[in-house]
């Protein structure tokens, strides 16, 4: 049974860093695509970044330049560090896998994802 396990989520302060991990777990397989979403409360769930092992890295313009997404890809492990945080970043941050490798004009899209995580909790206080 394949699962993806979040960790790493919890309070932070305005301006302070967080690492999100992910890791699947019983795959005969590797993932081509692992990301993240989020969803705040009273908000839909949106994409947050994505990385395909086959090549490319992709942000919402939101966390440009203050989070990072990167991979272990011999462990299908895919993590999120998380700096200069801000009360808008507060939501439970979701990792989700594909198979198959997304084109880019579909790495945002939530339903081109197979799997998905049970969730993690980030706060961003002040």
């Known amino acids: 049974q394949v699962q993806l396990v979040e960790s790493g989520g919890g309070l932070v302060q305005i301006g302070g860093s967080l690492r999100l991990s992910c890791e699947a777990s019983?795959?005969?397989?590797?993932?081509?695509?692992m990301g993240w979403f989020r969803q705040a409360p009273g908000k839909e769930r949106e994409f947050v970044a994505t990385d395909r092992r086959s090549g490319g890295t992709y942000y919402a313009e939101s966390v440009k330049g203050r989070f990072t997404i990167y991979r272990d890809k011999a462990k299908n492990t895919v993590y999120l560090q998380m700096n200069s945080l801000k009360p808008d970043d507060t939501a439970v941050y979701y990792c989700a896998a594909a198979v198959n490798r997304l084109i880019t004009s579909s790495v945002r899209d939530q339903q081109m994802y197979n799997d998905w995580g049970q969730g993690t909790q980030v706060t961003v206080s002040s």
């Open positions: 019983g795959l005969t397989f590797r993932y081509d695509t």
